[in-house]
C-alpha cells in the first residue's frame, strides 16, 4: 500500500494539469505549463501569475489568456477538443452558459454531466455527408475539366482566327493602296475631262437659265409681299372709310379694291358689317390664260421650284452625256439577228461583245462608260476595300480581346473553367415571375401573365471584397450585377450571385433582401475542384 501512497501526490498533479489546460487549442498547448517558479506568464507577456490563477474563473490577465476554459474573461475563445470528431472553437461568451452548443459536441463548453458527449454521432453524420460531398465533388470535377478543354480549344481557335486576320489585314492593305492610286489617278483624269464637259454652251446656258429663273423668283417674292401690303392698306381703309363723305378719290380707291379684290361694295354688304373679312373671289382667268397647257400652277411653283433651282447640273450634264453615248436599241449592230440565218445567230450571239468592243476602240460606235463613271467606280472600288479592311482590323482586335479574357484570373479564371458558360443561362421560377441569369451578361426579371420584363442589372465584377485575393476559389463565389432598371422613385435595381459547387448549372433561389437588391443563389460545376490530398482539408479525429 506503501508505493500506492506514494503515487497519490504524482496523479493529483496530473488531474490539475489537465484541467487547467481546459478550452486550449492544441496550437497553445506547450504555452500552458508552469514555471519553475511556480508562476505562468500571460501570453502578451504583461505579467506572471501564480500557475493556480489558471482557469480559477477570475481573469488576471489583460488579454484574457489565463482564463481560457471559463469565459470570465472577455473576447476569448475557448476550444472544444472533441476527440473522435473535429476540434471547434467557440466564444468564451457561450462557456457555462447552460446551453449546449452543437459544436461542442464532447460537452466540454459545460460543466460535467450538463451536456453528453455526442461526437460518435456527429462523427458518423460528418463522414456520411463528407463522402456525398467528395461524390459531388469527384462527378461535377469531371464536368469542369471539360469546360477546361472547351477553354484551350477556344484559344487555339482565337488565335488561328487572329493569324489568319493578320495574313488578310496584309492583303488587304496592299489592295487598299492599290485602289487609291487608281482612284487617284481616274480622277485626275475625269476631272480634266470634266471641266471640259462644263464649257459646252448647253451647260453654260443651262447655268444662264438657273440663275435668270432664281432672279425671277426672288422678284415674284418682292411683288407678292408688296401686294399683301398694299392689299392691307386698301382693305382697312375700306373698313374705316365713311360712304357718306363725299371724297370721290377716296370713294374710286375703295371702289377700285372692291371690283379688283372681287368685293361687295360697301354699302352692299348684308348680314355682316362692313369690315368684316370677306374672301376674295377667284379671278376668272383672262381669255388668252395657257393654264391647263403649263404644268406648272402656282402650287407647284411655290413647293417645287427651289428644288429645281437646287439640282446638282453637274450630275444632270453627266447623265446628258452617257445617254447621248449609249449606243440606240434599234441600232443596226444590235439587231443584227433579224438579218442572219438561224444557223449563224448562236455564233453570233457568242462573239457580239467581243465585236462591240472593238468597235467601241475603233471608234466606230460609243461607248456606255465615260470618264466619270470610271471615277466613280474606282472611287467605289476603292471605299469597299477600304470598309473591308476596317472590318478585318475590327474584327482582329475582337479576337485579340476575347483571347486575352480566356485565362484571366479577373474574367474567366486562370484555368479559363468560366469560358465556357459566358452567356449561358439560368432560370427559376418564383411566384408570379420568372427570374434568368445569363452569366456574365445580364439578369432579368419576366413576369408570368403579361407586362414589362426588367433588367436587374449587368454584370460588373467578381467578389469585390478586398481581403479576397482574386484567383482564389472564395474570389469566385460572388458576381455582382449592377445598374439595372430603375425601380419606381428608388435606385436601380442591383443583383449579388452567390455561386457553390454543383453538379449542373442551376439557379436555386431568389430573394429580394432591400429594395431592388436581389440576391441570386446558383451552383455550377466551374466551382469543383478536383480532388487533391493536399488541399483536402484534414479531419481532426
Known sequence: MIPWLLLLPLFTQISAAVEKTLGVSPALLS????????????????????????????????????EPGTGACLNTEFYCQNKGHIGAFIPGSRVNDGLC????CDGSDERPGVCKNVCKEASEEYRKKREEERKLRKTASKIRSTYIQFAHKEKKRLESVIESLVKDI?????????????????????????????QSPLYQSILDHAEALSALQREHKKHLEREKALGDILHTLRSNYNPNYQDMAVLEAVRGWEELAGLPHIGEVEGGEAGDNVPLKEEPPTPNSNDDENPWTPERLNNELDTLLNADYISLLLEHDEHIRAPREDSLLFDLTAYLPDSLVPQYEEIRGTLVSWLTKLGVVRGDDTASTESSRARQNFLDAENSLKSARDEKKQAEDNL??????????????????????????????????????????????GGSTFNLGRFESWNPDESIKPGEPEFYQKQVYKHGTRCWNGPERNVILLLSCGTENTLLSVVELEKCEYQFTATTPALCLPLDADNEPRDEL
Open 31 to 66: 504555452k500552458y505549463v508552469p514555471l519553475p517558479s511556480g508562476n505562468w506568464k500571460c501570453l502578451d507577456g504583461s505579467k506572471e501569475i501564480s500557475w493556480a490563477f489558471v482557469n480559477d474563473d477570475s481573469c488576471d490577465c489583460l488579454d484574457g489568456s489565463d
Open 404 to 449: 486575352a479574357e480566356v485565362f484571366n484570373i479577373h474574367r474567366f479564371g486562370r484555368d479559363g473553367e468560366w469560358k465556357k458558360l459566358d452567356n449561358h443561362c439560368i432560370q427559376t421560377d418564383q411566384g408570379d415571375y420568372t427570374y434568368e441569369l445569363c452569366l456574365f451578361k445580364e439578369a432579368k426579371q419576366i413576369p408570368k401573365h
Open 170 to 198: 496584309e492583303v488587304k492593305e496592299k489592295e487598299v493602296a492599290r485602289l487609291k492610286e487608281i482612284a487617284d489617278r481616274t480622277e485626275s483624269i475625269s476631272q480634266a475631262a470634266l471641266e471640259h464637259k462644263q
Open 101 to 104: 452548443e452543437p459544436q461542442c
